[in-house]
């Protein structure tokens, strides 16, 4: 600009000098040209001064004539006559000014690029603690960030759980979990055996009750033991029912004990569901027993002993053979009686007695003998225990053979320790025989 009026004012002084007459008229337009000439030569460009500018062209007068770098961008040198020395704004830092720094991105804000003009927001899940940061850091397990922009993560709340990171939302504690600790809400704890859990979000796992069980992990139940088990402990280590043993029984099912087998029944089995009815000649008067059996001293015996007997099932006790009786085996159900010309005149008895000399017994089951009427004998020395009878008739009925009549009409019970040849006998061995023969055989009116 300066320029152009020089050459402006020297076209027009040269014109207008030779029509000049005066002389002082003449220097003073030499002096004028001479400041004009002088001029450009003493005037000094403008410099920028200032940073985050430049000055493209030459000559400037104003510091206003300088160029900021721009939005994003920015230049430490001062007196910069390029663009080319602007440059970017680095990551976790803006420039939203012509003129203006760089500046650092604000906490829960991020610049992962260069030369930008603004910060970006943490996304969901993400927080920024610390500004100028390049990303924004992933909430922990445990902890959220449910909205943008976030500067910190907030912890899920109580019965809600998170295993990820970078996360914007908990989950719940499903059933068969719990959360044990309120301050650690990174998972949630699966029930053990023993245990379960029917709600959500809930502090701890509950035991199964008495009489359940549960041998699986995450449940949300417990199992009812079956018949012939139980379950006495609320545990959480209970994870198996226990079995009813031998004497026992339950019928039921999530029961937290066995009923035992009361007197005259046992059971011999474990996990049964009923006891067995002691059989007719056994008896068991204990409860709570495996087996029937009778008391004999300190000696168990299966069944009733002899000398009793047992003809009803489930009782507690033998009944005893009365008098005339007897009963030789065990666990019989009931008992014999004894033979004509035998007694017996205790209870509980193995065998019968004979009736002793000079008495007799015709019936049956009879507890005593019966004294022989006067002038008749009985008993070992005349061989017979049931009749009354003269001492020859005897002597002359075995003696001719009238033995195996008798025995050919059913005689009750003939025991013989010793024969002589051909079925005879003398009697000198009288002492070693004893006959018993059927009554019908005898004539009691015979001398």
């Given at each position: 600009?300066?320029?152009?009026?020089?050459?402006?004012?020297?076209f027009?002084?040269?014109?207008?000098f030779?029509?000049?007459t005066d002389?002082?008229?003449?220097?003073f337009?030499?002096l004028f040209l001479l400041v004009l000439l002088?001029l450009?030569?003493s005037?000094?460009?403008?410099?920028?001064?200032?940073?985050?500018?430049?000055g493209?062209?030459?000559?400037?007068i104003?510091?206003?004539?300088?160029t900021?770098?721009g939005?994003?961008q920015?230049s430490?040198?001062?007196?910069?006559?390029s663009?080319?020395?602007?440059?970017?704004?680095?990551?976790g830092?803006?420039?939203n000014?012509?003129?203006?720094s760089c500046k650092?991105?604000a906490?829960?804000?991020y610049?992962?690029?260069?030369?930008?003009?603004?910060?970006?927001?943490?996304?969901?899940?993400?927080?920024?603690d610390?500004?100028a940061?390049e990303?924004?850091k992933?909430c922990?397990?445990g902890l959220?960030?449910?909205?943008?922009?976030?500067?910190?993560?907030v912890?899920?709340?109580?019965?809600?759980?998170?295993?990820e990171?970078g996360k914007s939302?908990c989950?719940d504690?499903?059933?068969?979990?719990?959360y044990?600790?309120p301050g650690?809400?990174?998972f949630?704890?699966?029930c053990?055996?023993?245990?379960?859990?029917?709600q959500r979000?809930?502090?701890?796992?509950k035991?199964c009750p008495?009489?359940?069980?549960q041998?699986n992990?995450?449940?949300?139940?417990c199992i009812a033991?079956?018949?012939?088990r139980?379950?006495?402990l609320?545990?959480?280590?209970v994870?198996?029912?226990?079995?009813?043993?031998?004497?026992?029984?339950?019928?039921?099912e999530s029961q937290?004990n066995c009923?035992?087998?009361?007197?005259?029944?046992y059971q011999?089995?474990?996990?049964?569901?009923?006891c067995?009815?002691c059989p007719v000649?056994?008896?068991?008067p204990s409860?709570s027993?495996n087996?029937?059996f009778?008391?004999d001293g300190?000696?168990?015996i299966?069944?009733?002993?002899?000398?009793?007997?047992?003809?009803?099932?489930?009782k507690?006790s033998?009944?005893?053979?009365?008098q005339?009786w007897?009963?030789?085996?065990?666990?019989?159900?009931?008992c014999?009686s004894?033979?004509?010309?035998?007694?017996q005149?205790?209870v509980?008895?193995?065998?019968?007695?004979?009736c002793?000399?000079?008495r007799?017994n015709a019936n049956?089951g009879?507890?005593n003998c019966?004294a022989?009427?006067s002038?008749?004998v009985?008993g070992?020395?005349?061989?017979?225990v049931?009749g009354?009878?003269c001492f020859?008739?005897f002597?002359?009925?075995f003696?001719?053979g009238?033995y195996?009549?008798a025995?050919?009409?059913q005689a009750?019970r003939?025991?013989v320790?010793e024969y002589r040849?051909?079925?005879?006998f003398?009697l000198?061995?009288?002492s070693?025989i004893?006959?018993?023969v059927?009554?019908?055989?005898?004539?009691s009116?015979?001398t």
């Open positions: 600009m300066v320029r152009k009026i020089k050459k402006q004012f020297l027009f002084f040269f014109l207008s030779p029509a000049a002389f002082c008229l003449f220097w337009f030499s002088v450009p030569f005037t000094s460009t403008i410099t920028c001064s200032a940073i985050n500018t430049f493209a062209a030459t000559g400037m104003t510091s206003g004539a300088c900021g770098c939005v994003g920015f430490n040198t001062l007196g910069s006559s663009v080319a020395n602007c440059q970017k704004c680095g990551s830092t803006f420039q000014q012509v003129k203006g650092e991105c906490t829960s804000r610049q992962d690029l260069t030369g930008k003009n603004n910060c970006k927001a943490c996304p969901l899940g993400r927080y920024s610390l500004p940061l990303q924004c992933e922990l397990p959220i960030a449910a909205t943008t922009a976030r500067s910190i993560c912890s899920c709340a109580d019965g809600k759980y998170m295993t990171k939302a989950l504690c499903e059933v068969g979990r719990s044990p600790d650690n809400k990174n949630c704890l699966t053990i055996g023993g245990k379960f859990q029917d979000m809930q502090r701890t796992c035991s008495i009489g359940f069980i041998f992990e995450e449940s949300i139940a033991c079956e018949v012939g139980y379950q006495d609320p545990r959480q280590d994870v198996q029912c226990k079995a009813c043993q031998p004497g026992q029984y339950q019928h039921e937290n009923n035992v087998c009361p007197s005259g029944w011999p089995d474990s996990v049964t569901t009923a067995l009815k000649g056994y008896v068991q409860t027993e087996a029937c009778t008391i300190s000696i168990k299966n069944g009733c002993q002899a000398g009793t007997y047992q003809n009803e099932e489930a507690t033998c009944k005893n053979c009365p005339g007897k009963n030789e085996e065990p666990k019989e159900v009931e014999a004894c033979l004509a010309g035998q007694h005149s205790s509980a008895e193995i065998t019968c007695n004979f002793p000399q000079g007799h049956v009879r507890p019966d022989c009427p002038g008749r009985s070992t020395l005349l061989f017979v049931y009354c009878c020859f008739y002597y002359f009925y003696y001719f009238k195996k009549k025995k050919k009409k009750e003939v025991v320790n040849s051909q079925n005879k003398s000198s061995n009288y070693q004893i006959f018993t059927p009554r019908s055989t005898w004539n009116d015979r």
